[in-house]
T-cell receptor
Framework: SQTIHQWPATLVQPVGSPLSLECTVE??????LYWYRQAAGRGLQLLFY??????ISSEVPQNLSASRPQDRQFILSSKKLLLSDSGFYLC?????????????FGSGTRLTVV | GQQLNQSPQSMFIQEGEDVSMNCTSS?????WLWYKQDPGEGPVLLIA?????ELTSNGRLTAQFGTTRKDSFLNISASIPSDVGIYFC????????????FGGGTRLMVKP
């Protein structure tokens, strides 16, 4: 069966520090991968998606970047965090575009920038 | 681009009450998906709808694909405390069917 792992679960970082969040998927090949951000009690904002190794599309210009060094690994990074980067970060994967069966989400990383 | 409008934004109900929420789109959809997000967790798919007029149940949850293909409805019967969370509708990102776009969510709070 397929599983998705995100870590860490929680993170407190000072302003100006770097960030690296990792997401891995098991049990499937060539998934589409996605990074979302969710502000407290709010909706889901798509940040990046990837259809293959090294292929990254950005939906919202910001202080973050993403990379896909391996087929089932998706990394969200920042060189210098801002207070506004605080939020709940969710990784997700899908078979194809996920129209029929939707996305499967990880359990999220809660980032607090102080 | 397409937008999904969910209403209400939040609901505070008494345990045992029925709940209704809806989602409307600015364009026709071929698929509607409903997710639930428990506090502190990622969203989980509840129900998928593929045909106009389709009515699908998952336990106490029932979702309907609107006949106009621009809306969908989710009902929860006899709510219990564990129904607390945020409910999201989702559909294709654009007419070409790429990716999903999510509604803003309906936050449900249940008073025991």
């Amino acid at each position: 069966s397929q599983t998705i792992h995100q870590w860490p679960a929680t993170l407190v970082q000072p302003v100006g520090s770097p960030l690296s969040l990792e997401c891995t998927v098991e049990g499937t090949s060539n998934p589409n991968l996605y990074w979302y951000r969710q502000a407290a009690g709010r909706g889901l904002q798509l940040l990046f998606y990837s259809v293959g190794i090294g292929q990254i599309s950005s939906e919202v210009p910001q202080n973050l970047s993403a990379s896909r060094p391996q087929d089932r690994q998706f990394i969200l990074s920042s060189k210098k965090l801002l207070l506004s980067d605080s939020g709940f970060y969710l990784c997700a994967w899908s078979v194809g575009w996920g129209i029929s069966y939707g996305y499967t989400f990880g359990s999220g990383t809660r980032l607090t920038v102080v | 681009g397409q937008q999904l409008n969910q209403s209400p934004q939040s609901m505070f109900i008494q345990e045992g009450e029925d709940v209704s929420m809806n989602c409307t789109s600015s364009s026709i959809f071929n698929t509607w998906l409903w997710y639930k997000q428990d506090p502190g967790e990622g969203p989980v798919l509840l129900i998928a709808l593929y045909k106009a007029g389709e009515l699908t149940s998952n336990g106490r949850l029932t979702a309907q694909f609107g006949t106009t293909r621009k809306d969908s409805f989710l009902n929860i019967s006899a709510s219990i405390p564990s129904d607390v969370g945020i409910y999201f509708c989702a559909g294709p990102h654009n007419n070409a069917g790429n990716m999903l776009t999510f509604g803003g969510g309906t936050r449900l709070m249940v008073k025991p």
